[in-house]
């Protein structure tokens, strides 16, 4: 490994920054302020974020193949105008907030379908779902989740990567790509207190989790097949929030972080890190 270089996008800041997404054909990072409402639109050519300001939390956001994004908000899904910023719930859609309880984390799995999960208002109770959305339909994948946060999927797409954020614990599921059925859960990964509390995470192209920790001022790399510590890279913010590869060739690390006691920056900026020596892998698109 090269010896990283951590850059802290300074006009760019988050009450509580989350779910980095690379979209490589307008070359821009969408990313979310969940507690300020409101969708980010970083572009790196021209250093500029653009904010789409929402009237509701945000925990997702996903490009849609047809034009447009998916967002997972505080009382459900829906369809997101980029440009305008109007937005749609659509039909039937969960809404967490009636159980005390609002969307965080998401991403879509190889064939398109965005999975989101759900999480405790409170931060104490297994209130939340992790939910698949497939052509419109809102299905249940985990029930019974504290605060849903990072997920990915193996380069063979065989395995589902999980976190439950009190659990300390990173999950894997056998996964059935066709169908996008998950079972035989089991604990690979069991991450130590004094490294913060484990959140958003992505997957690079050798296989390997890159975890942000929440309260630990740093991203971690990690062997899912062993279930160790491979690396860690410090950063000025205390709490990193999720991480996302991006820039033309996937070999940026993109770190969202928040400021959720008025913190100061860098506390809550969006952080670029260089050098790593590994690429990500293409994230998808909803796909309906």
Request: some cysteine; glycine content about 10%; aromatic content about 8%.
């Given at each position: 490994?090269?010896?990283?270089?951590?850059?802290?996008i300074g006009h760019t800041h988050a009450r509580l920054g989350?779910?980095?997404?690379?979209?490589?054909?307008?070359?821009?990072?969408?990313?979310?302020?969940?507690?300020?409402?409101?969708?980010?639109?970083?572009?790196?050519?021209?250093?500029?974020?653009?904010?789409?300001?929402?009237?509701?939390?945000?925990?997702?956001?996903?490009?849609?193949?047809?034009?447009?994004?998916?967002?997972?908000?505080?009382?459900?899904?829906?369809?997101?105008?980029?440009?305008?910023?109007?937005?749609?719930?659509?039909?039937?859609?969960?809404?967490?907030?009636?159980?005390?309880?609002?969307?965080?984390?998401?991403?879509?799995?190889?064939?398109?379908?965005?999975?989101?999960?759900?999480?405790?208002?409170?931060?104490?109770?297994?209130?939340?779902?992790?939910?698949?959305?497939?052509?419109?339909?809102?299905?249940?994948?985990?029930?019974?989740?504290?605060?849903?946060?990072?997920?990915?999927?193996?380069?063979?797409?065989?395995?589902?990567?999980?976190?439950?954020?009190?659990?300390?614990?990173?999950?894997?599921?056998?996964?059935?790509?066709?169908?996008?059925?998950?079972?035989?859960?089991?604990?690979?990964?069991?991450?130590?207190?004094d490294m913060g509390w484990p959140d958003g995470m992505t997957?690079?192209?050798?296989?390997?989790?890159?975890?942000?920790?929440?309260?630990?001022?740093?991203?971690?790399?990690?062997?899912?097949?062993?279930?160790?510590?491979?690396?860690?890279?410090?950063?000025?913010?205390?709490?990193?929030?999720?991480?996302?590869?991006?820039?033309?060739?996937?070999?940026?690390?993109?770190?969202?972080?928040?400021?959720?006691?008025?913190?100061?920056?860098?506390?809550?900026?969006?952080?670029?890190?260089?050098?790593?020596?590994?690429?990500?892998?293409?994230?998808?698109?909803?796909?309906?």
């Open positions: 490994m090269s010896e990283p270089v951590v850059e802290v989350e779910g980095p997404m690379w979209v490589a054909k307008d070359k821009v990072l969408l990313w979310v302020d969940i507690m300020g409402q409101a969708v980010h639109v970083y572009d790196p050519d021209t250093d500029k974020d653009r904010t789409i300001q929402l009237d509701q939390k945000v925990g997702t956001i996903v490009p849609r193949k047809n034009g447009g994004a998916i967002v997972a908000l505080h009382r459900g899904f829906a369809e997101l105008d980029l440009q305008t910023g109007e937005y749609k719930l659509l039909p039937n859609t969960p809404d967490p907030s009636q159980d005390g309880a609002r969307f965080n984390d998401g991403k879509c799995d190889p064939r398109g379908r965005l999975w989101a999960g759900s999480m405790d208002l409170d931060e104490k109770d297994s209130k939340g779902n992790l939910y698949m959305l497939d052509k419109g339909v809102a299905t249940v994948q985990v029930p019974n989740v504290t605060i849903s946060n990072g997920l990915c999927w193996s380069g063979d797409h065989k395995r589902f990567f999980f976190i439950d954020t009190p659990t300390r614990s990173v999950d894997c599921f056998d996964y059935d790509v066709d169908t996008g059925n998950i079972s035989n859960r089991r604990s690979i990964i069991s991450v130590p207190e997957i690079d192209a050798e296989g390997r989790l890159w975890i942000a920790m929440w309260g630990g001022s740093r991203v971690t790399r990690w062997n899912p097949d062993t279930g160790k510590l491979l690396q860690t890279v410090k950063l000025p913010a205390l709490k990193t929030s999720s991480v996302a590869f991006g820039g033309p060739d996937l070999d940026v690390l993109y770190v969202t972080s928040a400021s959720t006691e008025d913190e100061p920056p860098p506390n809550g900026s969006l952080i670029r890190i260089r050098g790593l020596g590994v690429r990500g892998v293409p994230e998808r698109e909803y796909a309906h």
